[in-house]
C-alpha cells in the first residue's frame, strides 16, 4: 500500500476502483479499515481513496507532531502523489477537519463535501454547547472498551439490534495507538461561519438520529451556516451513521454525489 513521507509523519493510504475520485476520511474512532462497506460499494464508479491519518491505524508520526494543523496538508499530499487534482470528500467526524481546512485552503481541490456526524470544526451556538459535554465521550474513545460497552461512536442500543456490527467497531478503533485523540489539538482547527461567506462547494451533512456527541439539532444548524448546504438525518444511527446503517448512507451520499460531482 502507498506512503507518503511528510515532515515527521509517514501517511499510509490505500485506492481502489477506477473513475472520479473519491476520498474517505475516517473519524477519530477509525482508520481505513473502517470503511469496508462504503469501499466495495463505490468502488464500482469510482476511484476510492482511503488513508489513515498521521497517529491512527497504519500512519505513524513522531511525538507532538499529530496535531489536526497538518491534517490538510497531508490530505493533498496524498493526492499528489496519486495524481489526483480535484476529488469528492466523505469525512466522518475528526476527518471533518481535515476535509473543511482542504476545501477552504484549495476550493480547487474538492468538488463536493460530505460532513458526516461531523460541525467540522464551525462554530455555531450549538457546537459550542454540544463541546462543553463532549469530554467523557471522547475520554471513552480514547481507551480500550469492554468487548460489549457500547461504544460513543455508535447508537447506544447498538448491542441490542446488531452486536456483531458492534463488536466489529471496537476491534477496529482498538487498533489505533492508544491516546491517538488526546494527542489532536482540536482549537487549531476550528472555524468562524462568518469565514464561510461565499462558500461555493456543494456540501452534504449526514447525522444518525442517536448520535450522542452531535445530535441532529447540532448538525441541522452547522448546516445553515454552510451557504447551500443540504442537510440528512438517517434513522436508527448513531454518530457514525457510514458504519451502522450503510445502505441508507451509500444511498444518501450516491444520490448527493449523482447531483453534484461527474
Not at 91 to 105: D, I, K, N
Not at 116 to 140: D, F, H, M, N, Y
Request: a negative charge; charged letters at 20%.
Amino acid at each position: 500500500m502507498p506512503l507518503v513521507q511528510r515532515p515527521n509523519a509517514t501517511i499510509h493510504y490505500e485506492v481502489y476502483g477506477a473513475g472520479p475520485p473519491i476520498v474517505f476520511a475516517h473519524g477519530a474512532g477509525g482508520n481505513t479499515l473502517v470503511w469496508w462497506q462504503q469501499v466495495p460499494h463505490f468502488a464500482r464508479r469510482y476511484r476510492v481513496l482511503t488513508f489513515d491519518h498521521r497517529g491512527f491505524g497504519r500512519s505513524r508520526c513522531d511525538s507532538g507532531c499529530e496535531q489536526a494543523r497538518h491534517f490538510a496538508d497531508d490530505l493533498a499530499a496524498i493526492l499528489d502523489d496519486a495524481g489526483v487534482a480535484r476529488a469528492a470528500l466523505v469525512c466522518q467526524s475528526m476527518g471533518g477537519w481535515t476535509g473543511l481546512q482542504l476545501a477552504r485552503a484549495h476550493p480547487e481541490r474538492v468538488a463536493a463535501l460530505v460532513l458526516s456526524g461531523t460541525p467540522a470544526g464551525i462554530l455555531t451556538p450549538k457546537v459550542l454547547e454540544a463541546l462543553r459535554t463532549i469530554g467523557t465521550a471522547a475520554a471513552q474513545m480514547d481507551r480500550v472498551m469492554q468487548w460489549d460497552e457500547p461504544h460513543p461512536a455508535l447508537a447506544p442500543d447498538v448491542f441490542e439490534r446488531d452486536p456483531e456490527r458492534g463488536f466489529l467497531y471496537g476491534l477496529l478503533s482498538a487498533l489505533n495507538p492508544p491516546g491517538a485523540l488526546a494527542r489532536v489539538s482540536m482549537p487549531e482547527v476550528m472555524t468562524e461561519p462568518a469565514a464561510l461567506a461565499g462558500w461555493s462547494i456543494p456540501t452534504l451533512l449526514v447525522v444518525g438520529e442517536h448520535d450522542r456527541l452531535f445530535a441532529p439539532a447540532v448538525l441541522e444548524e452547522v448546516a445553515a451556516a454552510i451557504p447551500g448546504a443540504q442537510f440528512a438525518c438517517l434513522p436508527y444511527a448513531g454518530h457514525s451513521p457510514y458504519f451502522e446503517t450503510p445502505d441508507e448512507f451509500n444511498q444518501v451520499v450516491g444520490a448527493f454525489l449523482d447531483q453534484h460531482y461527474r
